[in-house]
């Protein structure tokens, strides 16, 4: 799914991530890396893989789409340091010389020092041409002109079919000069969102993302 905002194209992809092909970077919001074993500290038996499914889909992204730069809006290790830590900082090094960028979220919780240790930049916003702004919580208020595209909220939507079943999907979720990403992560829920007068609804099928 294509869209234009001023004059820069997005492209709204079924793998949940955006693309924005003019400036050659790939935007992927929530991937929540770490959470299996988070969740096992708490008693909760999720399998830890060996090598993340969430990266192998971020590296064929990366192989099809041959991005410069990829951001990660936030929420990129969902954990405190494990070895799904040193998975991922093994996988971006293998990736060089594609800069990778993180606009800081509410579960990146890893000090500053460990960060360092990475080819990961931390910044709180990420400025993108003349109308784009990317960060990680949706923006209260946004500049007159600027796109602001977030991600945090997980959203979802739900399809009712003619046999009376309903399907939660995740969605793109687009309200005047805010575009909301779904997560990209597995084990992310999902946040319902209504449609309004004013908001656009992109449904995330398998191979294709379909506006409502």
Known sequence: MDF??????????????????????LVVADLHLGKASHFQKAGIM??????????????????????????FLGDLFHSSLNKEWEELRLFLEYLHPIRFILTKGNHDILSPEVMKN???EVVDEF???????????????VQTERLNISGHIHPGVVIKSKGRQS?????????????????????????????????????????EVVSL
């Open 46 to 71: 999720i399998p830890v893989p060996h090598s993340s499914a969430d990266l192998k889909i971020v590296a064929q992204l990366i192989d099809k789409l041959a991005p410069l730069t990829v951001v």
């Open 4 to 25: 234009y905002y001023k004059e820069e194209l997005i492209q709204l992809l079924p793998e949940k991530v955006a693309f924005l092909p003019a400036h050659r970077l």
């Open 127 to 141: 400025e993108v041409g003349d109308y784009l702004l990317l960060t990680h919580e949706p923006e209260t208020s």
């Open 167 to 207: 399907f939660r999907l995740a969605c793109f979720y687009l309200d005047k000069q805010c575009l909301i990403l779904p997560a990209f992560g597995k084990l992310t829920g999902l946040h319902i969102l209504k449609k309004t007068a004013t908001a656009k609804i992109f449904a995330v099928f398998q191979d």
């Open 118 to 120: 990475t080819r990961i």
